[in-house]
């Protein structure tokens, strides 16, 4: 595949930002901005307008999209800023924030990008977490928004035995909903399920930590839908690896409700690898043995 030159894609006379972030999902149609539906992304592009007193809407970059009600702690996002709005506001733009935001999303901290920083391309992981709670009683009302209640007990140690199957680089078509011209070429780093250390508001949780370079749309949630199957002893350990060996979406696999699921945290390269990371995250990706893919987003 030829490659391609590295390159800095800030603008002259731009700033690239990075905003950590988290936000409760309950009442988002997800990140990405709709047009008259409220979405993670709308309303914070409209308060850094706002503060930053800008005439033009303000584009973010996000390191994962997440879906309508999925929750997140450790979101990260690029804003390419012009630099003299950011010389005189930076310094106050996270208590700003602050005070325009909703409650349910806050910018946790605000600082100047390295070069080739890129929040969705540069990024060499994300990490979810899924909580489950099998006790008899239901959730404990106050997590009840993101803890998913399953109804019959589950067993950790099979699901993690049926984890194993899936880690690695694979194909996760079955797992996942497919988009035209995108692969479903994935490296899934971990998966594996705890249970919390004892206490009166963890009885009954059961997490599942998901952690891959990227995810396609309902992958995590599916995987997990598997797990459960496995957990609660309707299907034998084998079944969430004979499914991704199929390639084609089981009929048996449900994929769960989203406010079970939270982004943890996103990973990034040392600053002297952001460039390369860059180019390697836009290659399509393929198997062994199969054809190479032309450039497109992983």
């Known amino acids: 595949m030829e490659e391609r030159p590295v390159t800095d894609d800030v603008g002259p006379g ?129 997590r009840r928004g993101h803890v998913l209640w399953h109804d019959r007990p589950v067993d950790v140690e099979l699901m993690n035995a049926a984890a194993a199957s899936l880690v690695g680089e694979h194909d996760f078509a079955a797992y996942c909903k497919k988009r035209e011209g995108a692969t479903t070429i994935r490296t899934l780093l971990d998966l594996h399920w705890e249970r919390p250390a004892a206490g009166l508001e963890d009885a009954g949780l059961a997490v599942a930590t998901v952690r891959a370079d990227a995810f396609c749309h309902n992958m995590v949630r599916a995987l997990v839908g598997a797990l459960l199957l496995v957990g609660d002893g309707h299907r034998p350990v084998a079944f969430p690896g004979q499914v991704l060996a199929g390639r084609v979406r089981h009929s048996a696999v449900n994929v769960v409700r989203p406010h079970g699921l939270t982004l943890e945290e996103v990973g990034y390269p040392p600053d002297d690898r952001l460039a390369a990371r860059n180019l390697a995250a836009r290659n399509r990706r393929t198997l062994p043995g199969e054809p190479d893919g032309a450039a497109g987003c992983c």
Do not use: C, M, N
């Open 14 to 142: 731009l700033v690239r930002v990075r905003l950590d972030l988290a936000y409760d999902g309950k009442d988002f149609s997800g990140w990405a901005r709709q047009r008259e539906r409220r979405t993670v992304q709308g309303e914070l592009e409209s308060a850094l307008r706002t503060v930053l007193r800008l005439p033009e809407p303000v584009e973010l970059t996000v390191a994962g999209r997440t879906d309508s009600g999925v929750h997140a702690r450790g979101q990260v996002a690029h804003a390419d800023l012009p630099a003299e709005v950011w010389a005189e506001h930076g310094g106050k733009l996270l208590r700003r924030l602050a005070g325009k935001l909703p409650q349910d999303i806050r910018v946790r901290k605000v600082t100047e990008a390295p070069p080739h920083f890129d929040a969705r391309f540069s990024a060499v992981w994300r990490r979810y977490a899924y909580r489950v709670s099998d006790h008899p009683g239901g959730v404990d009302p106050i």
